[in-house]
């Protein structure tokens, strides 16, 4: 529930600060992007899971924090 609530307002953030024109574009790219890296990022999941549980969340949680600390530098 929580994860489609921050969709939508990723969504509507998006949508908004696109220009009309360029709107369809910009959406086919971040669909394109969401679906095309999940397969991507399971089969690496299933992978490094066969290796390593520790080592796949480990991984994980120190991916989401260089994101949140990449994401805090910027303006946005």
Known sequence: MGNG????????WMQ????R????????MV?????GTDTISQAIS???SKWSLT???ASAGVLILLVRL?????RG
């Open 5 to 12: 609530y921050i969709a939508i307002l990723m969504f509507t």
């Open 16 to 19: 908004a600060r696109t220009p």
């Open 21 to 28: 024109e360029m709107l369809g574009r910009m959406m086919s």
């Open 31 to 35: 669909m394109l992007s969401s679906t």
């Open 46 to 48: 299933g992978a490094v």
């Open 55 to 57: 080592a796949l969340f």
């Open 70 to 74: 990449g994401g805090s530098g910027s």
